[in-house]
């Protein structure tokens, strides 16, 4: 009988280990926007930030069976009136889009912010890196800001459904890619 208590709390254990090993791994894998960082040239409020775990396994498939993602990058900008409601300075999107080209056998990155907003790369790490990645956006003239005051800073990203080629619709109907979105993330600082 004792031995039969040992199994089952032993069975309960390993079924508790699998399903917190899951979770974990299910948290690890949400995406979110990480290095945030704002900064000045001689007359423009600049921002850089790149988005983690956007890429689940699923929607790398899709890509490389030239269905399109798309990120969208929400940006705000505040500034802080203490008691009154804050003031919204600017809001805006950002949009970046990414496709397989099977004949060129490259991917294709689209990036709304940049120069040159089309950019080839044979290369998926490369063109994941570009897809995840905001660099030095010009957000707002240092003019409209006032030194001393407080801002807030609020962004977001949010992947688009992916779109399967035209071709493919009829075969696999069934399958949807979820949207999925970060939480906004707030950076407060004083200029």
């Keep these: 009988m004792a031995a039969l208590a040992d199994v089952k709390t032993a069975l309960v254990m390993l079924c508790l280990s699998i399903c917190l090993a899951s979770a974990s791994n299910a948290m690890a894998q949400e995406p979110r926007l990480k290095n945030i960082t704002l900064s ?7 921002l850089s930030m790149h988005v983690e775990g956007a890429f689940a396994p699923d929607v790398i498939e899709s890509i490389r069976k030239e269905a399109k993602a798309e990120f969208t990058f929400l940006i705000r900008l505040y500034r802080d009136r203490g008691m009154w409601l804050d003031e919204k300075l600017i809001s805006f999107e950002l949009t970046h889009s990414l496709q397989y080209d099977q004949t060129r056998k490259a991917y294709v990155i689209y990036r709304s912010w940049a ?19 905001i660099k030095r956006v010009e957000i707002l003239p240092l003019a409209q800001m006032q030194r001393g005051e407080g801002y807030e800073l609020r962004a977001k990203a949010e992947l688009s459904r992916v779109t399967l080629p035209y071709y493919l619709h009829y075969v696999f109907y069934f399958v949807t890619l979820w949207d999925f979105e970060t939480d906004w993330h707030t950076v407060f600082f004083i200029y």
């Design 40 to 46: 000045s040239t001689d007359d423009r409020m600049v």
């Design 115 to 133: 120069t040159p907003p089309l950019v080839e790369s044979r290369s998926f790490a490369e063109a994941q890196a570009l897809m995840s990645t």
